[in-house]
């Protein structure tokens, strides 16, 4: 199979990550909860992860790390865990239903105002997020990239634009890894990781990573392997917002793609913005096609066919070639609004920095079959 769904979760794993993964499984202890040898060791791996999130993203230092299963968890936990009755937050037409939804359910059960910025010429603009800011604005959202269109905003762009009082909150799950984010230099107070994408950890590692000026309650309570005598929880970070066994192979994965990001982000960044470019320039040459992406450093291209609905099209490209894309609203559905390709959505191809441009021309190849027919 040409797996070209990574923008839902990368398919190829370094083998450091998935010999990481192998290890941790073979010789595993409960970090924290224990303080025999093999325990402690576990520990200090998950400590060495805390402490490379926070270089890479530029954070506040490893107490504010907080480990989650996914990206979508974090941002629960940075939304639930610090909104308010009579807040109001704007977000963007761009975010994923891991931002809309939690938004929305506060906005039922706390009266939390939600305010949508829309596209401007058919991007996000800085200024248009900054006019909706009101007195009583306790936090603006702007996701890191889409994952419908692969564009990034300007983050620092953004806050430059918004007054300081109010909270930065982006979500990282399609940026971090192909793009640089610096938490201090672009003033985010909340950054939500995705560790199963462009960080090429495995599925189950996800991480929040919040400022010093904000302290996100628990929205789940339990276990901490720390004051277990107290019946509150913990308070102080990051054990007050990790309840339960972490899990360490996700951990350990995590820790080992970070290193790679490290070390060949911009490599890779390069690769995606040659394969989405090459990508773009061939659909525009085939009848029927439309693209809906610029060439980017994300690996997204989201296109649609002027008579083959996206699903269907999707489910060609599986059964008759053996190429994983995703068609549809890709959980985004207030952009297919915005595009106006709402409700069939769109088909996504997502790169991998790992792939070549045969993968690409594989993918050309089969779309110019289909429609030959």
């Given at each position: 199979?040409?797996?070209?769904?990574?923008?839902?979760?990368?398919?190829?794993?370094?083998?450091?990550?998935?010999?990481?993964?192998?290890?941790?499984?073979?010789?595993?202890?409960?970090?924290?909860?224990?303080?025999?040898?093999?325990?402690?060791?576990?520990?200090?791996?998950?400590?060495?992860?805390?402490?490379?999130?926070?270089?890479?993203?530029?954070?506040?230092?490893?107490?504010?790390?907080?480990?989650?299963?996914?990206?979508?968890?974090?941002l629960?936990?940075?939304?639930?865990?610090?909104?308010?009755?009579?807040?109001h937050?704007?977000?963007?037409?761009?975010?994923?239903?891991?931002?809309?939804?939690?938004?929305?359910?506060?906005?039922?059960?706390?009266?939390?105002?939600?305010?949508?910025?829309?596209?401007?010429?058919?991007?996000?603009?800085a200024?248009?997020?900054?006019?909706?800011?009101?007195?009583?604005?306790?936090?603006?959202?702007?996701?890191?990239?889409?994952?419908?269109?692969?564009?990034?905003?300007?983050?620092?762009?953004?806050?430059?634009?918004?007054?300081?009082?109010?909270?930065?909150?982006?979500?990282?799950?399609?940026?971090?890894?192909?793009i640089?984010?610096?938490?201090?230099?672009?003033?985010?107070?909340f950054?939500?990781?995705?560790?199963?994408?462009?960080?090429?950890?495995?599925?189950?590692a996800?991480?929040?990573?919040?400022?010093?000026?904000?302290?996100?309650?628990?929205?789940?309570?339990?276990?901490?392997?720390?004051?277990?005598?107290?019946?509150?929880?913990?308070?102080?970070?990051?054990?007050?917002?990790?309840?339960?066994?972490?899990?360490?192979?996700?951990?350990?994965?995590?820790?080992?793609?970070?290193?790679?990001?490290?070390?060949?982000?911009?490599?890779?960044?390069?690769?995606?913005?040659?394969?989405?470019?090459?990508?773009?320039?061939?659909?525009?040459?085939?009848?029927g096609?439309?693209?809906?992406?610029?060439?980017?450093?994300?690996?997204?291209?989201?296109?649609?066919?002027?008579?083959?609905p996206?699903?269907?099209?999707?489910?060609?490209?599986?059964?008759?070639?053996?190429?994983?894309?995703?068609g549809?609203?890709?959980?985004?559905?207030?952009?297919?609004?915005?595009?106006?390709?709402?409700?069939?959505?769109?088909?996504?191809?997502?790169?991998?920095?790992?792939?070549?441009?045969?993968?690409?021309?594989?993918?050309?190849?089969?779309?110019?079959?289909?429609?030959?027919?």
């Amino acid at each position: 199979m040409i797996y070209l769904d990574n923008a839902a979760t990368g398919g190829i794993k370094p083998f450091s990550v998935q010999n990481a993964v192998l290890a941790s499984i073979k010789t595993c202890a409960n970090a924290g909860r224990s303080g025999h040898r093999l325990a402690v060791a576990c520990a200090e791996q998950v400590l060495a992860c805390r402490n490379l999130l926070s270089e890479l993203f530029g954070g506040y230092g490893f107490e504010r790390v907080a480990f989650t299963k996914n990206c979508t968890e974090a941002l629960n936990i940075a939304l639930v865990g610090t909104l308010k009755e009579g807040d109001h937050v704007v977000a963007t037409c761009l975010e994923h239903n891991s931002v809309l939804r939690p938004l929305f359910h506060l906005q039922k059960t706390r009266g939390v105002r939600v305010t949508i910025a829309p596209l401007e010429g058919g991007r996000l603009q800085a200024e248009t997020v900054a006019s909706l800011v009101e007195p009583e604005t306790r936090m603006v959202c702007v996701t890191s990239a889409s994952n419908v269109t692969g564009e990034t905003p300007d983050l620092a762009a953004v806050r430059r634009r918004i007054p300081e009082r109010t909270l930065f909150l982006v979500d990282g799950a399609q940026g971090a890894g192909h793009i640089p984010i610096d938490m201090k230099a672009c003033g985010i107070d909340f950054l939500a990781l995705a560790g199963h994408k462009g960080l090429h950890a495995i599925q189950g590692a996800g991480a929040l990573l919040f400022s010093d000026r904000v302290d996100p309650a628990p929205v789940l309570f339990g276990g901490t392997g720390s004051m277990s005598f107290d019946p509150d929880m913990p308070d102080f970070y990051p054990d007050r917002l990790e309840s339960g066994t972490l899990s360490y192979p996700a951990i350990c994965s995590l820790f080992e793609g970070a290193l790679v990001v490290r070390a060949r982000r911009e490599a890779g960044a390069r690769t995606l913005l040659s394969l989405t470019t090459a990508f773009h320039a061939a659909l525009t040459r085939l009848d029927g096609f439309i693209p809906y992406f610029e060439p980017n450093p994300c690996g997204i291209a989201a296109f649609r066919h002027e008579t083959i609905p996206s699903e269907t099209l999707a489910g060609i490209l599986s059964d008759r070639f053996d190429i994983a894309v995703r068609g549809g609203l890709h959980c985004a559905p207030l952009v297919h609004k915005a595009l106006g390709t709402f409700p069939d959505g769109l088909v996504r191809a997502s790169f991998s920095p790992f792939q070549t441009m045969r993968e690409q021309n594989s993918l050309v190849r089969a779309l110019g079959s289909i429609t030959s027919v």
